[in-house]
């Protein structure tokens, strides 16, 4: 979930350190109080990063400008194609835009 942090969550950098978030700092966080990502969400955690090893991946795209139906619509199509060019055996799932 999108939230504010407590301060308290455990977010993992990529080179494997642990942080907390700032005591009021935008993240994404589970259940677990784990942070995904922080500083408004364009700081990706070493934990939920794909790499090596990665058997599911969920991405979120959305948008809020005039075109932003079509052009989230096209970036999906579009990183469908590229996941079954690069990993053939892959299974896409697609949530509609809405």
């Known amino acids: 979930m999108v939230r504010r942090a407590t301060g308290t969550e455990i977010y993992e950098t990529f080179s494997g350190a ?3 978030p700032d005591p009021g700092e935008v993240i994404f966080a589970d259940d677990t109080s784990r942070a995904h990502a922080r500083r408004w969400t364009n700081r990706q955690s070493g934990y939920s990063a794909v790499r090596v090893g990665t058997l599911s991946a969920m991405v979120i795209a ?7 139906r079509a052009d989230v619509a096209r970036l999906i199509d ?11 055996d ?3 799932q697609k949530v509609p835009v809405s």
């Open 90 to 92: 892959a299974s896409v």
């Open 78 to 88: 579009s990183l469908e194609a590229s996941i079954q060019r690069l990993w053939p």
């Open 18 to 20: 642990l942080e907390p």
């Open 62 to 68: 959305e948008a809020l400008h005039g075109t932003a």
